[in-house]
């Protein structure tokens, strides 16, 4: 009887995990056509030129499937298709954010290069951005709370009205970026190099900047103390 049972719940099992197998491969199949049709259909438009004229339909277009395909895949394709409209040049129209009000968190894009790329009012929250080039990129109202951007480039960055509560900016390059009326509550700035940035207006309360370069920029030792950012000898400021 024991041989039996066995071999019955064995096959139970083997029979749960082909099933399972096949849902997942159904799923991929799936997200790969999705991230398939979307890139037909943005080449075809770039090949019509009818993004280059900046028509109001094909910038609807644009931004209606971008949201649409965003939402069926995966993170890894998510990644590909940001880079697909970077190297496309459709992320630097500064008066028509494609990824205004896009879901973008927990997005994997780790040591991209975005430099003056337009994301404003994107939402980046708990994304990984570690190492990324965004020198001079508009991220006017983003929302990077909970984000790591280690050691990212921010060199002449906006993110001017942006939520950045509780990130992890240790190790960042951001001189003269602009931080003006930013929410950065909580975050880590160990290290950073915040050389000539603005923080003019910026939340600062009990942020972590040990070690932080901060000279020339507009924060001084009254908004540290009023703030309660936490420092120490190696912080450098005004």
């Known amino acids: 009887l024991i041989v039996p049972v066995i071999l019955a719940v064995g096959a139970t099992l083997y029979n749960r995990s082909e099933k399972k197998r096949s849902r997942e491969y159904e799923k991929n199949k799936q997200i ?12 075809a438009l770039l090949l019509d030129k ?25 993170n890894r394709r998510k990644r ?67 984000a790591s951007l280690t050691s990212a480039i921010l060199d002449n960055a906006v993110l001017a009205d942006a939520h950045i509560e509780n990130a992890n900016l240790a190790h960042v390059y951001a001189s003269r970026a602009v931080f003006s009326d930013s929410y950065m509550s909580g975050s880590k700035l160990k290290e950073g190099r915040f050389q000539n940035a603005n923080f003019n207006g910026a939340d600062l309360a009990f942020v972590d900047a040990r070690g932080a370069n901060f000279k020339g920029s507009t924060l001084t030792s009254r908004m540290i103390n009023d703030h309660d950012i936490r420092v120490n000898s190696g912080t450098v400021f005004n």
């Not at 644009?62 to 965003?70: D, E, I, P, Y």
């Open 50 to 74: 009818e993004i280059g004229n900046k028509t109001n339909e094909a910038r609807l277009f644009v931004k209606t499937r971008t949201r649409v395909a965003l939402r069926s895949v995966d």
């Open 80 to 146: 590909s298709i940001v880079e697909f409209l970077y190297d496309a040049e459709l992320l630097f129209d500064q008066d028509n954010p494609l990824f205004q009000d896009v879901d973008l968190s927990r997005i994997e894009l780790f040591n991209i290069d975005l430099p003056g790329a337009n994301l404003s009012h994107a939402n980046l929250s708990n994304a990984i951005l570690d190492l990324a080039n965004l020198a001079g990129a508009n991220l006017t109202g983003v929302n990077l709370s909970r």
């Open 32 to 43: 790969q056509i999705a991230f398939n049709n979307y890139i037909d259909q943005m080449t």
